[in-house]
């Protein structure tokens, strides 16, 4: 189990910008890393309720169980690796693996045995250093949606925003809010069930 605290920056793109930042950066097709992201949630949505999220992300053989929550206005994450058949299990049957995962979640006053699977959610990922952070394009696929997305991960909240609005800036891409993953997946299943 390890813990960080997250100093993110996200922006919506266009398929245009997105196709354009991978140019200016000189990005590959084949520097895109697939990851399958699983989302999870009680049926009354308890988790989203306290802007939390709770995923396994699936990268080749490595099933990451993460819990997302808000911190001082950061993000702090909770990792656990899981092997196959814990996440099989998890994903199937909702049978939550013990840990500190487990753990807080039951803190925050959530059932953990009423989390089921919500649904997933596709993304093709590329990464690399910025300035003094991480950068991440993104392309994102579930139900019938594709987008986009650009994610600047800072050092410190004090340059963060500045790079980031530098870096926009420089390619000419408006300010545009990011929900999360799985607020847009929730979003795409609500639309599709009318």
């Given at each position: 189990?390890?813990?960080?605290l997250?100093?993110?920056?996200?922006?919506?793109?266009?398929?245009?910008?997105f196709?354009?930042?991978?140019?200016a950066?000189?990005?590959?097709?084949?520097?895109?890393?697939?990851?399958?992201?699983?989302?999870?949630?009680?049926?009354?949505?308890?988790?989203?309720?306290?802007?939390?999220?709770?995923?396994?992300?699936?990268?080749g053989?490595?099933?990451?169980?993460?819990?997302?929550?808000?911190?001082?206005?950061?993000?702090?994450?909770?990792?656990q690796?899981?092997?196959?058949?814990?996440?099989?299990?998890?994903?199937?049957?909702?049978?939550?693996?013990?840990?500190?995962?487990e753990?807080?979640?039951?803190?925050?006053?959530?059932?953990?045995?009423?989390l089921?699977?919500?649904?997933?959610?596709?993304?093709?990922?590329?990464?690399?250093?910025?300035?003094?952070?991480?950068?991440?394009?993104?392309?994102?696929?579930?139900l019938?949606?594709?987008?986009?997305?650009?994610?600047?991960?800072?050092?410190?909240?004090?340059?963060?925003?500045?790079?980031?609005?530098?870096?926009?800036?420089?390619?000419?891409i408006?300010?545009?809010?990011?929900?999360?993953?799985?607020?847009?997946?929730?979003?795409a299943?609500?639309?599709?069930r009318?």
């Open positions: 189990m390890t813990q960080q997250e100093i993110e920056y996200k922006n919506m793109l266009t398929a245009e910008e196709s354009a930042l991978c140019t950066f000189r990005i590959k097709a084949s520097a895109f890393i697939k990851q399958v992201n699983c989302y999870f949630d009680t049926p009354t949505f308890a988790l989203k309720a306290k802007k939390t999220v709770l995923r396994i992300r699936e990268t053989n490595q099933h990451d169980f993460t819990l997302k929550q808000p911190h001082n206005g950061m993000i702090l994450e909770t990792h690796l899981l092997d196959a058949a814990e996440s099989r299990a998890m994903i199937q049957m909702g049978i939550v693996p013990s840990g500190e995962i753990q807080v979640i039951t803190q925050l006053g959530v059932d953990a045995d009423k089921v699977f919500i649904g997933e959610l596709i993304t093709k990922r590329c990464q690399f250093p910025y300035q003094s952070g991480t950068l991440f394009l993104d392309h994102s696929i579930y019938d949606h594709d987008d986009y997305e650009l994610e600047y991960e800072a050092a410190d909240p004090y340059s963060g925003d500045a790079i980031f609005s530098a870096l926009l800036r420089e390619h000419c408006p300010r545009r809010p990011s929900k999360s993953k799985m607020i847009r997946l929730f979003q299943i609500q639309e599709k009318g």
